[in-house]
């Protein structure tokens, strides 16, 4: 069998070469169609408890992941007009994006939209926390008693302590289409109000956000909001329910300007997402005005205005870009208008833009004024840096970051292994082929992943400097036995040295394949889907390589002259047989030693195996997803300055389910949570928590006068029935649905976390199941845990687990593999026992210098074995076939050094070297992948030349039949 498929290439040379460059091409073309998928759940199994509570908890009290927008201003703080004009505007700016949650205000929250609820002897109700636009001194420090009076909400939450901050935080639909064009146009806001100009380059426009749908507009019951597919925007497109609508439309207004007659207009039911303009509310394109009509421009050629709001744009395409008043709108300014300056604000509706006709000037100076209250000072210099972080800015800020490294990545890499084999082979084909190989093999993977509709997660940035390990070990070893024939004859013909080259190493090749392969496989039993993705295609790409290894190189080989560098010329002239170079020496001069000094090497051997295993006894586990980000990235800036001056940014939830109906109407109960939250908020890198309990110790306070001595829960039952009662129909019920369920028998706390870091986490959730344990105990409740904090948690800790288990299961399958092949299970004793020394040798040099045990470590442990045991089985058939030929132990190991040492060192100097272009990833997860996986690399090496032969010379082993022939 294996001699029919290396002789394809042989026998068919330019039909196999003809057959793989249609292939090549055919992915080639296909590889526009890579789609990312960063969604951090997509990392927790299907149907795993996490994910299936977390779906419950969102139905029950809308936790969705927010974005979260700072507004920092360290010289005068917050507390000034325009930086409190510009909070409202982003405010205002966010809430209409299509792929923002804002079915009322509070769902994009800050201090210029958020409530309190506060009363005394002649009102109570949901207060604005700013009531309109501060105008003067007094109404800014009106603002900050009101903030001061409800710190316990509003303090960490939506303004730092100091004043410093502000927060904007606004719930982000499902999708990677919605967390992608939200992210884009919250960039774009900000860049506005800072006065730049952003060029997003290639994100800019037709980015591939996710499986595309047809452009073609739809109408009746296919136009709804789900089709919004958020994967395409430029400057001046026009969409309409994420349809883009490439023709224009001008507006035309009758010559008769009449007023707008107001509908009327529920405000409770109407909610448009478009209402918080200058005090003005808007439905279907038309200004609905409470008290007087707003006058109509005037139009060269007018005609009577469409009152049913339809008329105003033409065909009904209603996209929120043409308005009413006869002024066609793109990109959040009317089209004959003056541009706007670039920190005025970037509200899409833009309703600030109301031009009125001169001689009803005096019906609209009230507006007019109010929208000069809301407008920058262009002279003043703008003071506030902004700031964007939150779960979707880390998962789209991965994509981002993972596809610059793949446009970085890949041509370094073959750039570096270029370089590396030119070096090596000093021979262009040396050079070109094993390239060729490496590259069709990633051509072929990716190209695969599209076909089957794959989507390309950030760990699948790793698959290329995997298949270049991979791809450039099989020709390596191809080539340099090549060299090695080509070296004793180079008169023979040249179809007889490669079908000799290929029939000497076609078993190991194979074998090596098959080994690996079981390395990648046991990714299988990881439960994250993004690891099982990779496991396969990395399986897949390593037998397209050794496919590839297996016909395309023999079929170029055999159609070139034998030849070898020029190195190895001039050795040839002068007759220098015994050794190809002085690393040739080295190694046999090195395996005679060891073969001559047995019992220090192995005392040597057994020292350095204690001293690991003690210092992996002190391996520990960590995790963290902002460890995927340089310190000096955008998240990583914003992150850090978010946890030193709010609460945090990783979301703990502590879900309460009692088993009757109005269970959180109980004081004794309500105690406990406060009980909970006031034991939490001790812990080490807890900001805050919010619940219930905090909406009702607030109400205490506000409804006697602000008195601190009433800052707690209300002592009865009926008392703290009636407080929830005034809070639901207090304007903003919506506040209290946050935080419990419409019965009443469910409670939500919310724990604020200012790290993400596993260890701290599992601190934490040990410390609240604890006390639940202790204090809930006849409650009638369950407490579970759920949000951002716990799912990173669960999936480090699968991640660790599974990774743990397929090392071992991976190396047992080895073990089997190599037992069969060899037909000897000391064979394949000898074969798994380098890479075990080596994933000993590298874990306890970890804990030692006291690195944790985190995604990068456990990934390369995996890559290691199925990399690292090439060398073994390498080494253990050559000198399998040389004690066969010599029959003697010395000689077979000097032979066996000469030759597959020497390769052995090679390929793992390759093979390091392309791991090593790691260092230059933007994700130190990867860089530490790269040195964790060349440090493996080095170690299984020089346990192969070191270690091998002292086992070898030490035990004398008989492997079986295969050894006798």
């Not at 050079?431 to 794959?454: A, E």
Request: glycine share 6%; hydrophobic share 45%; proline share 4%.
């Amino acid at each position: 069998m294996l001699k029919t498929i290396y002789s394809l290439g042989i026998n068919s040379p330019k039909i196999v070469i003809a057959v793989i460059a249609a292939i090549t091409i055919f992915f080639f073309m296909q590889l526009d169609g890579l789609r990312w998928e960063t969604d951090a759940r997509v990392y927790l199994p299907k149907g795993h408890e996490g994910i299936i509570y977390d779906e419950k908890v969102d139905d029950i009290f809308g936790v969705k992941d927010t974005l979260v927008v700072t507004v920092v201003n360290d010289e005068e703080g917050i507390y000034n007009t325009e930086t409190l004009k510009r909070i409202d505007r982003i405010t205002k700016a966010i809430s209409k994006l299509p792929g923002v949650l804002a079915k009322s205000e509070i769902d994009v929250a800050s201090i210029t939209s958020a409530t309190v609820f506060e009363g005394d002897s002649t009102r109570m109700g949901a207060m604005p926390v700013m009531n309109g636009l501060p105008k003067t001194k007094d109404d800014i420090d009106l603002l900050k008693q009101r903030i001061e009076l409800h710190k316990d909400i509003l303090v960490g939450n939506l303004v730092s302590a100091d004043g410093s901050a502000a927060m904007i935080r606004a719930k982000i639909k499902e999708g990677a289409n919605f967390r992608y064009q939200s992210y884009f146009q919250v960039k774009a806001i900000l860049a506005k109000e800072s006065g730049v100009e952003m060029d997003w380059g290639p994100w800019a426009g037709d980015g591939n956000w996710g499986k595309k749908k047809s452009d073609e507009a739809t109408d009746g019951a296919d136009d709804k909001e789900e089709e919004w597919e958020g994967n395409q925007w430029n400057d001046g497109t026009k969409w309409k329910n994420g349809k883009r609508i490439d023709e224009s439309a001008d507006v035309v207004v009758d010559d008769k300007s009449e007023p707008l007659v107001a509908e009327a207009v529920d405000e409770k039911d109407e909610w448009e997402g478009n209402k918080w303009v200058d005090g003005s509310k808007w439905k279907d394109g038309k200004l609905i005005e409470q008290e007087q009509p707003v006058a109509v421009v005037k139009h060269e050629a007018q005609q009577e205005p469409d009152k049913s709001g339809e008329g105003a744009v033409i065909d009904g395409q209603w996209e929120g870009n043409k308005w009413v008043a006869g002024k066609n709108w793109q990109n959040g300014m009317p089209i004959e208008a003056e541009p706007k300056k670039a920190d005025q604000s970037v509200d899409w509706v833009a309703s600030e833009f109301i031009a009125v006709d001169e001689s009803k000037a005096n019906v609209a100076e009230t507006k007019s004024a109010d929208m000069n209250l809301n407008a920058a000072d262009a002279d003043k210099p703008i003071k506030d840096v902004f700031y964007i972080s939150g779960r979707p800015v880390i998962e789209v800020s991965s994509g981002i970051f993972a596809m610059a490294d793949m446009e970085l990545m890949v041509p370094l890499l073959i750039l570096v292994m270029a370089i590396v084999l030119l070096i090596i082979f000093r021979s262009w084909r040396g050079m070109i082929l094993p390239i060729m190989v490496m590259s069709i093999s990633i051509i072929w993977t990716f190209g695969l992943m599209v076909v089957t509709d794959v989507p390309l997660y950030t760990i699948s940035t790793m698959l290329p400097v995997i298949l270049v390990a991979v791809g450039i070990g099989d020709g390596v070893h191809l080539i340099s036995s090549y060299y090695d024939k080509v070296l004793e004859d180079p008169m023979r013909d040249a179809k007889e040295i490669v079908r000799e080259s290929t029939l000497q190493l076609g078993a190991p090749l194979v074998m090596t394949s098959v080994t690996t392969s079981i390395g990648f496989l046991a990714l299988m039993f990881a439960e994250m889907p993004p690891f099982k993705v990779f496991g396969v295609f990395a399986l897949i790409g390593i037998l397209f390589s050794w496919a590839i290894s297996a016909t395309l190189l023999p079929a170029v080989l055999s159609m070139l002259k034998p030849k070898v560098g020029n190195y190895l010329e001039k050795r040839r002239a002068m007759r220098v047989y015994a050794e190809k170079n002085r690393l040739a020496y080295v190694l046999t001069a090195s395996a005679r030693w060891v073969n001559s000094n047995k019992q220090p090497s192995a005392i040597l051997l057994l020292l350095m195996i204690a001293v690991t295993l003690f210092g992996a006894s002190k391996l520990f586990v960590d995790s963290s997803w902002m460890s995927d980000f340089q310190e000096d990235t955008e998240i990583s800036r914003a992150t850090k300055l978010i946890n030193e001056r709010f609460s945090g940014t990783i979301f703990l939830n502590v879900v309460l389910e009692a088993d009757k109906k109005d269970a959180f109407k109980d004081p004794e109960l309500l105690n406990k949570m406060e009980g909970l939250q006031t034991y939490v908020e001790t812990l080490p890198y807890v900001g805050d928590s919010l619940s219930v309990v905090d909406y009702l110790k607030s109400m205490n306070k506000s409804l006697h006068s602000g008195d601190e001595k009433y800052n707690h829960i209300p002592e009865t039952r009926a008392q703290i029935a009636e407080y929830l009662f005034l809070f639901s129909v207090s304007g903003r019920p919506q506040q209290l649905d946050e935080v419990v369920d419409f019965d009443y028998k469910t409670g939500l706390i919310t724990i604020m976390i200012q790290t993400d870091h596993t260890r701290d986490l599992k601190h934490i959730m040990d410390s609240v199941n604890h006390y639940v344990v202790e204090n809930f105990q006849n409650q009638n409740v369950e407490v579970n845990l759920s949000g951002s904090g716990n799912n990173s948690y669960i999936w480090a800790d699968l991640l660790i687990d599974s990774q743990t288990s397929a090392i071992v299961l991976s190396k047992a399958a080895i073990l089997i593999v190599a037992g069969l092949v060899f037909v000897s299970l000391l064979a394949g004793i000898y074969v798994v026992i380098p890479v075990t020394l080596s994933t000993l040798f590298v874990a306890g040099a970890a804990g030692l210098f006291g690195v944790p045990l985190d995604v990068s470590t456990a990934l390369a442990a995996g890559i290691a074995i199925g990399v690292g045991v090439d060398y073994a089985i390498h080494f253990i058939y050559r000198y399998i076939n040389e004690k066969k030929k010599t029959g003697d132990h010395e000689q077979a190991i000097d032979n066996t050094m000469r030759s597959t040492g020497y390769t052995i060192v090679i390929n793992a100097i390759v093979v390091s070297v392309g791991f090593a272009v790691l260092f230059f990833s933007q994700f130190p997860p990867h860089v530490k992948l790269g040195y964790f996986v060349t440090a493996y690399m080095i170690v299984s090496c020089l346990v192969a030349i070191w270690v091998l032969p002292a086992l070898l010379s030490y035990f004398r082993p008989e492997f079986g039949k295969t050894e006798k022939g």
